[in-house]
């Protein structure tokens, strides 16, 4: 195809996107869309996966084991993402298009990788080096988007790029349906080296880089550890450690409502009295639920940050998630009412835009020099913290089951209404220089 020529960077009418800007968002869309499909595979394939390869690993494939090792996989690959941090002083030093490629490339290749494990060690260690590109992703994409769009319509481009995320998810729960059942666990992952090939749509047709890069850039090179190092100075140190806490939150529920969700819904499917092949198709249609109903909240997500500001609106998805979590594992779970839980799945699948939020809200808070790396370090050390969480999960889930362990992770959210205090609200601010 034609290169696009730079004078369509620059419209008449500032509010109107050209086709360079459309073209930044497409490859920012598509790569983490593909993002969402390969960190949601562990979550659709963990019982059939687990059933298989902890014989070859030394232990007994009975429900136990398999909620211990299940949540000590998701816990390795926050573990993963919180090593992510890398990309956002790459993409400070040398570029988000660069960066952005190269972080598809590393969880395409270890994500196909992860097709051909042999037993839980191998799948380990292939999901740790796949979440070091997954966990980019985030980062990289909303920053990009975010330094592309025209400034009045950024939030709205913002908010819907991370429903890329979940229409990945459900693009996996469809994707399981229709081959998974019938190929086996691996081929899902196998499927995984698609975004390779996303790849090169991106090299073709993104050409340059983001104009306010290109002017940050021009300042004398900086060495890795120093965008570190200004992240966690003043005036930034408050809203990063605030932010880092923020996500931190957000993800323990966002693990249980999506990576024990298909689990949970055929452990009570079986209790109800479904087969257990029509239990597993419940648990896929399940996340399938979730997903749809997050991207289309992602969607309407900034509008509500336009009308309400930042930080009202992170409160209000919040207490969707509580909601969620503690009426579908405290209440619908315990009573065995599928009918019931998936009413509550609902709940958890609007308060699951909460990310959005960040992602819209983020890219504010940082200069062009800082603004990857403060946006990762906020999305990655949030990982390690939520790691240990997540083991933590395990550990209970091993020892009582799922229920009381998940509905806990609701807990931690009444401590995001007073960190958001600490937080600055950026409606109606330009994104800073």
């Known amino acids: 195809m034609a290169r696009l020529e730079p004078s369509t960077d620059t419209p ?5 996107v050209t ?22 595979i562990f979550g659709l394939v963990l019982s059939p996966a687990l059933i298989e390869l902890l014989p070859h690993s030394g232990y007994t494939p009975d429900a136990g084991n398999i909620a211990f090792f299940g949540e000590l996989g998701v ?12 990309w956002g002083p790459i993409a400070d030093r040398f570029g988000r298009v660069p960066a952005l490629m190269a972080s598809i490339l590393v969880y395409a290749i270890f994500t196909f990788a992860a097709g051909f494990s042999q037993n ?6 292939f999901r740790l080096l796949a ?65 390779a090939l996303f790849v090169l749509y991106i090299r073709t047709q993104v050409h340059q880089d983001t104009e306010r890069w290109k002017e940050a850039a021009r300042e004398p ?13 003043p005036p930034y140190r408050t809203r990063s450690l605030t932010n880092a806490a923020l996500v931190t939150i957000g993800l323990l529920g966002f693990w249980a409502s999506s990576q024990y969700l298909p689990t ?13 092949g029509a239990a597993t198709a419940l648990g896929s249609i399940g996340v399938a639920v979730l997903s749809l109903l997050t991207a289309l909240a992602c969607i309407l997500a900034p509008s509500l ?84 969480g997540t083991f933590g999960i395990g550990y209970g889930i091993s020892a009582g089951g799922i229920a009381l362990p998940l509905a806990l992770t609701a807990v931690p959210f009444l401590l995001a209404f007073v960190l958001l205090r600490f937080s600055p609200e950026t409606r109606d601010q330009v994104l800073p220089d």
């Not at 086709?19 to 949601?40: E, K, V």
């Not at 819904?265 to 109800?272: C, G, M, T």
């Not at 983020?362 to 390690?384: K, V």
Request: glycine share 14%.
């Open 12 to 16: 008449t009418n500032p509010d109107k």
């Open 19 to 40: 086709p360079r800007q459309r073209t930044a968002f497409i490859s920012a869309f598509g790569g983490w869309l593909l993002d969402g499909y390969n960190a949601g």
């Open 75 to 86: 816990a390795v690959f926050l573990f993963g993402w919180g090593c992510s941090f890398l």
């Open 120 to 125: 839980v060690w191998q799948l380990g260690v």
């Open 131 to 195: 979440a070091i590109g997954i966990g980019g992703e985030w980062s990289l994409a909303g920053t990009f988007v975010a330094e592309s769009m025209p400034e009045r319509r950024r939030a709205f481009f913002g908010g819907l790029l991370h429903s890329g995320t979940y229409w990945g998810f459900l693009l996996g729960a469809l994707v399981n349906l229709a081959v998974g059942s019938l190929l086996g666990w691996r081929w899902m992952f196998f499927l995984g080296v698609l975004p």
């Open 221 to 233: 090179s900086r060495g890795f550890w120093s965008y570190l190092r200004d992240v966690l100075r």
């Open 264 to 276: 949970a819904i055929k452990a009570l499917a079986i209790d109800s009295g479904y087969s257990p």
């Open 305 to 388: 940050c336009n009308r309400f500001g930042r930080r009202k609106t992170l409160g209000i998805l919040f207490v969707m998630m509580i909601i969620g979590i503690s009426g579908g594992y405290a209440w619908a779970y315990p009573q065995q009412n599928l009918p019931l839980f998936f009413l509550f799945v609902v709940v958890m699948g609007i308060g699951g835009a909460d990310f959005a939020v960040f992602t819209i809200w983020l890219p504010e808070q940082y200069p062009t020099a800082l603004r990857a790396s403060g946006f990762a370090f906020s999305t990655t050390m949030s990982r390690f913290v939520a790691a240990i």
